[in-house]
């Protein structure tokens, strides 16, 4: 892949022409090596047919080169190369420039067609099915305490297990680890029988103090993860016998249920306390359907669990590759990133099945009204939100005179594209923007509270309550006082509501309130959907609208 990227620096610096005239000087400061190994390079391209070297006699004489092939074929070899090996990043500087050509990503959209997605074999007369999937996000660890990222949790929901999970209702709760439960009057005593002869990857079987462990270590960690408003309301845990797990709440929490199906509450095994957390992460033990076989840079591997007590998955291996370029005319936020098959936009749609989840991506932007500023004056929000919605064709290209609000919006990398978009709009109106890009863990921090914008995403899902009470408690944290506290009064009792339309009528209202003030804006939501080759069986869907892959299965031809 080395020779590659000298190829396309070779022809990048050069401009493209057909023929050059060039000396072997000029060619090893273009390669950044020495005359001898230029010469080197330049006779193994000769020898692959990539060019046609012509020298001339005599030191500082212009020799001749022609290109006989142009850089998009062979940054696309360089491309293939590197997924075939999983190598990516090696390949990555060389092809930078090339990765988003059009017609490099119509090339490689049929190679990847047959790259990714299903593969089987014989091997000592057994068929091992294995699928191949590509992620936009890279992969840096499963630990339920550590993940940032939607693609580690997908991968995390195929290694661990919760006492709980999702049914196909939204508030449909079914079994987990635990196979039944019981909550005293009060609400705030929980009880949990777990299921006998459970094991975990590694050989061991689970037992309460896993669950102990697993609850403890989230309680008393100073990480800040998702959902910790309501785990911070365990007040203890305590395991009763090998099989029985007790909680105690602080106040009475029906969302505390709902938490326990989501991966952030999966359990982990107590041996970990004597293990290192960062490798526990990258190769983690759970009791899910399929365990972590290898784990580098960009890919990762999962092997089937065969002893899994729910039943053993069809597929045998699934490969997992982070490819930093679009391969995609999805959008990586409103398209799971999982696909079985890519893009079906690149082939005949009549051969395609697709499928929608109950789930859809929201973008908004909230108002920091409690930070000292214009964006305190109702009015000056609300000229804001017009100037968002306003029309641009209606408005033409002319340039509004300077506004006094000089404002900043932040936001993390994933929803750059879209702060771009409001500074752009919001400066033909005549206010001045920039745009602050932080990473996720940084979003989290005190960023927030001193910029004037905030892009936000919400995932709407099964598990939307309890996104919703964390972002509206987040939200909380940088607008006005007053509404701060109708905000949290009206949490409070969200989460003592058993109802889950009672719940859901009780954000509407949150939601409404903002919007009227102008505090929320809501840019737009896009649905996710599916699409995948009518071999594939068993599709279905996960609480976060990915596929789930223990219930996916091809049949045998026939």
């Not at 990133?337 to 499928?355: C, E, L, Q």
């Not at 960023?447 to 309550?465: C, N, Y």
């Amino acid at each position: 892949m080395k020779l590659h990227s000298q190829f396309l620096k070779l022809h990048s610096h050069h401009g493209g022409a057909a023929e050059i005239m060039v000396t072997l000087d000029e060619l090893a400061l273009t390669l950044g090596c020495t005359h001898r190994n230029a010469l080197h390079v330049i006779n193994k391209m000769s020898e692959q047919g990539w060019i046609v070297w012509t020298p001339s006699r005599g030191r500082g004489r212009r020799s001749s080169l022609k290109f006989l092939t142009d850089s998009e074929s062979i940054a696309l070899q360089s491309m293939k190369q590197a997924i075939s090996s999983r190598d990516i990043r090696s390949a990555m500087e060389g092809i930078r420039g090339h990765a988003r050509s059009s017609s490099l990503q119509d090339s490689l959209q049929g190679w990847l067609m047959s790259y990714f997605g299903h593969h089987s074999e014989i091997r000592s007369d057994k068929r091992i099915d294995s699928l191949r999937l590509p992620v936009n996000q890279q992969l840096h660890t499963f630990d339920p305490l550590y993940m940032n990222l939607l693609a580690e949790s997908f991968v995390s929901s195929h290694v661990f297990d919760g006492l709980v999970g999702r049914g196909g209702e939204r508030d449909d709760i079914l079994p987990g680890l635990a196979h039944a439960w019981d909550v005293d009057d009060s609400r705030t005593s929980w009880t949990f029988h777990l299921r006998k002869d459970v094991f975990f990857h590694h050989g061991k079987v689970l037992a309460a103090e896993d669950v102990v462990y697993s609850f403890k270590r989230m309680m008393t960690s100073s990480h800040r993860m998702l959902y910790n408003s309501i785990f911070k309301e365990i007040q203890e845990v305590n395991a009763l016998n090998v099989t029985t797990v007790r909680f105690l709440l602080k106040k009475p929490n029906e969302l505390f249920l709902p938490f326990l199906c989501t991966s952030r509450a999966a359990v982990v095994p107590r041996d970990l306390e004597n293990q290192d957390e960062s490798s526990f992460g990258r190769r983690p033990a759970g009791t899910g359907p399929f365990k972590v076989a290898e784990m580098h840079e960009d890919s990762c591997v999962l092997e089937v669990f065969p002893y899994y007590f729910q039943g053993r998955a069809h597929l045998d291996r699934v490969e997992i590759l982070y490819v930093p370029w679009g391969i995609s005319n999805s959008s990586p936020e409103t398209s799971t990133g999982f696909h079985i098959v890519t893009n079906p936009s690149v082939s005949d749609p009549s051969a395609w099945s697709r499928i929608h989840s109950e789930s859809s991506v929201r973008k908004f932007m909230t108002f920091n009204t409690k930070k000292k500023g214009p964006l305190s004056d109702p009015l000056l929000r609300a000229d804001i939100v017009s100037c968002l919605n306003a029309d641009v064709e209606t408005h033409g290209p002319q340039q509004h005179e300077p506004h006094p609000a000089a404002l900043q919006i932040a936001t993390i990398p994933q929803y750059s594209g879209d702060a771009e978009f409001i500074a752009a709009r919001l400066k033909r109106q005549g206010y001045a923007c920039t745009v602050l890009t932080v990473s996720p863990e940084e979003f989290k921090g005190p960023v927030r509270l001193q910029a004037d914008l905030i892009v936000f995403s919400l995932l709407r899902d099964q598990d939307e309550q309890l996104r919703l009470f964390d972002l509206y408690l987040t939200l909380a944290q940088h607008i006005e006082p007053r509404t701060r506290a109708d905000i949290e009064g009206r949490l409070s009792l969200i989460s003592r509501e058993p109802h889950f339309q009672a719940r859901a009528e009780g954000f509407k209202i949150i939601e409404d309130s903002l919007i009227r003030d102008h505090q929320l804006h809501i840019l737009y939501e896009k649905p996710t959907e599916t699409a995948y080759l009518p071999s594939v069986r068993g599709v279905t869907f996960n609480s976060q609208g990915w596929v789930d892959l223990r219930h996916l299965w091809f049949p045998p031809e026939l």
